[in-house]
């Protein structure tokens, strides 16, 4: 499991970022991304039936974890980066990709802009535009480091053990700038129609932060993408129905 423990840095753009690699070190390169306010110890729920089939590469996002969040903007744009440094780091020309709602979003990016490095990508509860009439908006401006705190506390906690430089409100009000950011620099939007690697849309029945108009438009309009949806789940589908996801992902990844 990723456990905080086994892991190094690499350094990007400012920041000092945390990664671990796991599994048969032969195997083929699966890049993991994380949410919003979460680590790398996310994707532990789906760890085990992953390891027996990739050499999986997690890392914490600049700000969570043990990452710094370094003096730039957080933006998906610099998550897209990093994320590209840490397969440079690594030495990998090319990777499989799972990214979970805000490193889903990145992963877009990735797939975007840098398609070449990708030889499947998978997202999970990540939407891949901000309309202004989503009715997420209104409550992701809400988001402070004190409604965290009193919401996810087991989040905050973690957060505080881990983190070379916590300050859990400056890390809330850069999370809140990056989610409603309209710049070009955000998410991938019309430009997610350069996706070119074969791409999976994993979301929860109940998702409230990913609408289904989004994923089935996202559906359509990058050529050969597929949509799945978990019966029962919310937000974050690998969590609440992780056998179900975990055989998508085993399944479109041909393992």
Known sequence: MFDHQ???YFENDGARIYFEVRGDQDAPSLLLLHGGFGSLEDFNPIFPALSAHFRLVAM????????TLGSRPLSYEQLQLDALELLEHLDIETAYIIGFSDGGIASYRVGAFACERVEKLITIGSTW???ADDPANELLSKVTGDSWREKFPETYTLYQKLNPEPDFNALAKAEVRM?????????PNQAARR???PLLIIRGEKDHLFANQDAVELEQIVNGAKLETIPNAGHEAHKDRPNDVVRLILQFFGE
Not at 60 to 67: A, P, V, Y
Not at 179 to 187: A, E, F, K, V
């Open 179 to 187: 989610w409603l950011d309209p710049s070009t620099s955000g998410y």
């Open 129 to 131: 535009q901000r309309r």
């Open 195 to 197: 996706i070119c690697c």
């Open 60 to 67: 914490d996002t600049r700000g969570h974890g043990r990452s």
């Open 6 to 8: 086994h892991g190094d």
